[in-house]
């Protein structure tokens, strides 16, 4: 989707955008989409990269915490691999069959007078897929994805292999065999502490987010940021953005809002359509008026 002026700003709207993730926001946790998703990359660190088993699920956990996706840790830690393979074996086995239209949630996003964008770590078929299911494919003006924050010409080349790409040599997708050991180290919320760095772009971390404000045109200071992830929602808030917790009807510190469920957005955010409701009235207000006038002429 190409972003542009082509949705019509109600004036002095509060906001200007409303930037949604997908997995477990505009759709439940208990879907069983993201507990398949995690089997799955667990199967992918075992069958393709050759990790020992009994050292997967710790790890797998470890880097999603560090580095806010698994592959942006396996990258980081000298794992070598194709981006496309990695996302047709974790998602192309997903029970999207489990995803059913929701009505509920198109009328409330059609109803929404301002932009609205998805922001997903996820590559563009999954997001693709799960919108199809969902039957939200022309609520939203744009999305960032995996590949938007990532381009393919640089799918599995970090930036120290470049020069080997410029030679015209294939690199290895045999892990690495000096791998660094995630375990003796830790990670802070916004930063690393004597972490290797990803190549992959993705949220949680703030180069993510000011790319995806250039890509979409997006005020952080004019927009409603929805996520399931406390993560991502500090960084979003550090950034600039107001921030929603999706999934949790406690608002948790350094977020805004909490909404346990995506359907309650109108009741904990009225504010987003004061602007349409008071744009109604004024010009039914005036219509009344101009009916009036007429008949006592």
């Not at 075992?46 to 942006?72: R, S, W």
């Not at 690393?192 to 992959?200: A, E």
């Not at 940021?225 to 979003?236: A, H, K, P, V």
Request: negative net charge; glycine residues 6%.
């Amino acid at each position: 989707m190409e972003y542009g002026d082509s949705y019509q700003q109600v004036p002095n709207s509060k906001y200007e955008c409303l930037l949604f993730d997908v997995d477990d926001t505009l759709y439940p946790l208990n879907s069983g989409l993201s507990v398949q998703c995690t089997k799955n990359i667990i199967e992918f660190m075992i069958q393709k990269l050759g990790i020992e088993e009994n050292k997967v699920p710790e790890l797998c956990h470890q880097l999603y915490v560090d580095y806010g996706t698994t592959m942006a840790g396996l990258r980081a830690i000298g794992y070598n691999f194709d981006y496309d393979d990695f996302h047709s074996f974790v998602h192309g086995r997903l029970p999207y069959e489990n995803l059913k239209p929701d009505p509920v949630l198109r009328s409330l996003l059609h109803s929404l007078p301002v932009r609205k964008v998805i922001f997903s770590n996820a590559d563009k078929a999954h997001v693709g897929r799960v919108l199809h299911r969902l039957g939200l494919e022309d609520c939203f003006e744009g999305v960032i994805s995996f590949e938007t924050l990532n381009p393919t010409n640089k799918s599995n080349i970090s930036d120290d292999e470049v020069d080997t790409e410029l030679r015209g040599a294939r690199p290895s997708t045999i892990p690495s065999t000096e791998t660094f050991n995630i375990g003796d180290h830790s990670c802070e919320p916004n930063g690393f502490s004597g972490l290797p760095k990803s190549p992959v772009v993705c949220k949680p971390f703030e180069n993510a987010f000011e790319q995806a404000f250039k890509i979409a045109g997006i005020n952080p200071q004019k927009t409603l940021f929805l996520d399931d992830s406390i993560r991502n929602l500090q960084t979003g808030k550090h950034m600039g953005l107001h921030t929603v917790q999706v999934g949790l009807s406690q608002r948790k510190k350094g977020v805004d809002h909490a909404l346990e469920s995506i359907h309650n957005i109108r009741e904990a955010l009225p504010e987003l359509w004061e602007a349409t409701i008071k744009e109604s009235e004024e010009v039914r207000y005036s219509g009344k008026a101009a009916i009036e006038t007429s008949v006592m002429a």
